[in-house]
């Protein structure tokens, strides 16, 4: 009994000791000797569960705290990367680091964020994780004004620069060498990691790109597109919120059950070809209830007509329908959308009057010829990356609000035909996945919760490829298992201690997601089907 009691004892005091010191090599760490010209704004030693507040952390970030997931030592650098503009970066190294990981999490809209979320995920999994502002603080596109470096570090140095330092810091901090290198990010970061695998083949082994902003001056000049078709809120013919519920329902009742199962889940939304004169106003009717004819029109131009430029060209594919209750408050609020009215304002035309209202194609084609710092991001071939081993997912949620998701399906016969190799060659270091029911990378209908970005897509759910795109990453570079589709959670009122409401297996494209039979909640009652 003694005996036992001494030996606990013993535990403890080296789990302390290990402990004690851990935080000691933290306190005493000083990364900003080796990194030029960089100074170093915070490191500390965080227990799990520590409610980390940022009071200096720019309001429109909306990031005010962030709960520690594991015990890790923070750090914070501010590293110039050029004589007009710098990054601030967070590097969280966690106490138990797991088979010499690195993972860099992306940022978002085109706001200079520091993902605190991501590196709270990748450090409760062992990743010594690390996250950027891209350049830039808050949310606004002021700072891009006449500054291309700014540009630059937002396009694609702001992320570079942050895994190679990381990599760097990580193996000198632990004593040895990082073994693997991962992305995850959505959005912005989805465009950041489809980047990153373009640009510098080499920064990541495997890499998560959600609902991707690629083809960004495109996405952009598309989404521009909006404001002028719906007209601003005020105008005759605007579509308000609760008219939106009205289309919503009929979107469905035309599409919902071209999957066999009527669940509010359009399985392919590029199998459902609505048509909004079905809801045209007859005589008498509550017009609160149907459409005008210029509302008609409002809704093909959205639904039924993708965007070209004056030379014919596809500028981008139109929204896939679904996802009316989120756009309404959004894309389609009529009123200009910010992200794009900023792009247009500081760093394509630099005047920051000018008025989103105007948006035309003409200005979409001066987008795409100026191309700030080749940001496009629509590669037409990722073979260096193939070729050192580079593993690549990307995934879109069907009902995305801000981002049409048959944009991920462009992108994917692009790099087919770009590349001239079949689906299965492709699938060999690239795989696509399209996620019924979700909106922009998170939350809605369908079985969104799959570990996609950062912990809330993560809890509930086991860390393993088969639930988790971030341990699914893993497991393709670390043991060549590639993942044969994603399996989504969706919680009773996305509360998970309500429990599971259901799963569903997401197929990787172009296979289509089909219901067999039975119970369409059980993920085994549906099958990938060949295209
Ligand atoms: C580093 O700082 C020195 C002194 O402030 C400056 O002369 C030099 O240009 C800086 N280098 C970089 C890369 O910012
Ligand atoms: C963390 O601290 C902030 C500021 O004090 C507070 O608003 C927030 O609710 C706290 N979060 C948690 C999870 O304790
Ligand atoms: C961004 O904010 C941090 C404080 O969170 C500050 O140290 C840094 O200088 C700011 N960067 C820029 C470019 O303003
Ligand atoms: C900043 O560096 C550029 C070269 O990258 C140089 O042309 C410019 O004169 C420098 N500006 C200042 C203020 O040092
Ligand atoms: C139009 O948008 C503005 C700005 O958000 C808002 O104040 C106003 O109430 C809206 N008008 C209508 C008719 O929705
Ligand atoms: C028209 O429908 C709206 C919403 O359903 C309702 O509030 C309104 O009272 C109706 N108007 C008439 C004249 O019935
Ligand atoms: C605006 O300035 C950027 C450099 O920051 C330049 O690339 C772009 O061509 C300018 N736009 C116009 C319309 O002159
Ligand atoms: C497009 O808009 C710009 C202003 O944003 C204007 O100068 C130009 O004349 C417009 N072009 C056409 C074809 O309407």
Not at 90 to 112: H, K, M, T, Y
Not at 206 to 215: F, L, T
Not at 511 to 520: E, I, L, P, Q
Request: aromatic content about 12%; some cysteine.
């Amino acid at each position: 009994m003694k005996l036992f009691f001494l030996n606990v004892l013993a535990i403890l005091l080296r789990y302390t000791n290990a402990s004690a010191s851990f935080q000691s090599r933290c306190l005493a760490f000083s990364p900003e000797s080796t990194i030029f010209n960089s100074t170093l704004t915070a490191r500390e030693y965080v227990t799990k569960g520590t409610n980390l507040t940022f009071p200096d952390n720019d309001k429109s970030c909306n990031q005010p705290f962030q709960v520690a997931a594991a015990n890790l030592c923070r750090i914070a650098l501010h590293v110039p990367t050029s004589n007009r503009s710098s990054i601030t970066m967070e590097l969280w190294l966690p106490e138990q680091w797991e088979s010499g990981r690195v993972l860099a999490a992306g940022n978002g809209g085109i706001d200079g964020c520091i993902a605190y979320d991501d590196l709270a995920y990748g450090t409760e999994h062992g990743f010594a994780t690390v996250a950027a502002n891209n350049g830039h603080n808050g949310t606004s596109g002021k700072a891009f004004l006449n500054n291309p470096d700014v540009i630059i570090d937002y396009a694609y140095r702001s992320l570079h620069t942050s895994i190679l330092q990381a990599k760097k810091l990580a193996s000198l901090f632990y004593g040895q060498k990082y073994q693997k290198s991962y992305y995850i990010g959505c959005s912005l970061g989805g465009r950041q990691g489809i980047g990153a695998a373009d640009r510098y083949p080499d920064d990541f082994d495997g890499i998560v790109a959600g609902s991707p902003a690629s083809d960004f001056n495109h996405l952009y000049a598309w989404r521009a597109s909006f404001y002028p078709i719906t007209g601003k809120n005020t105008s005759a013919d605007f579509i308000n919120a609760a008219k939106w519920v009205v289309i919503h329902d009929e979107v469905l009742r035309q599409c919902d059950t071209l999957d066999g199962v009527k669940d509010g889940i359009i399985e392919d939304p590029s199998l459902c070809h609505f048509r909004p004169e079905a809801l045209l106003c007859q005589s008498g009717q509550n017009t609160s209830q149907c459409l005008s004819s210029a509302q008609v029109e409002i809704l093909n131009r959205i639904y039924n007509s993708p965007l070209y430029g004056t030379d014919g060209k596809l500028i981008y594919p139109a929204m896939q329908p679904g996802n009316e209750l989120k756009a309404s408050t959004g894309l389609y609020n009529g009123l200009a959308w910010p992200l794009s009215q900023d792009w247009y304002r500081y760093v394509l035309l630099n005047d920051s009057t000018w008025d989103a209202s105007t948006f035309n194609i003409s200005t979409a084609m001066l987008a795409d010829q100026i191309n700030p710092s080749n940001i496009r991001t629509f590669p037409t071939t990722l073979a260096p990356f193939a070729s050192v081993g580079g593993k690549l997912i990307t995934f879109h949620g069907g009902q995305d609000q801000q981002i049409t998701s048959f944009q991920g399906a462009r992108f994917y016969n692009n790099l087919a035909r770009g590349m001239s190799v079949s689906s299965a060659s492709l699938d060999e270091f690239y795989r696509f996945f399209r996620i019924s029911g979700m909106f922009h990378c998170g939350s809605g209908p369908g079985a969104w919760v799959f570990g996609q970005a950062g912990a809330a897509s993560a809890a509930g759910i086991p860390f393993e490829a088969e639930n988790n795109v971030l341990a699914a990453i893993v497991d393709w570079v670390e043991k060549g298992k590639a993942p044969e589709g994603i399996l989504g959670t969706k919680f009773v009122d996305d509360t998970v201690a309500k429990g599971v409401s259901f799963q569903r297996r997401h197929c990787r494209y172009p296979f289509r997601n089909t219901y067999v039979s039975g119970d369409a909640k059980e993920p085994g009652n549906w099958q990938c089907r060949g295209v």
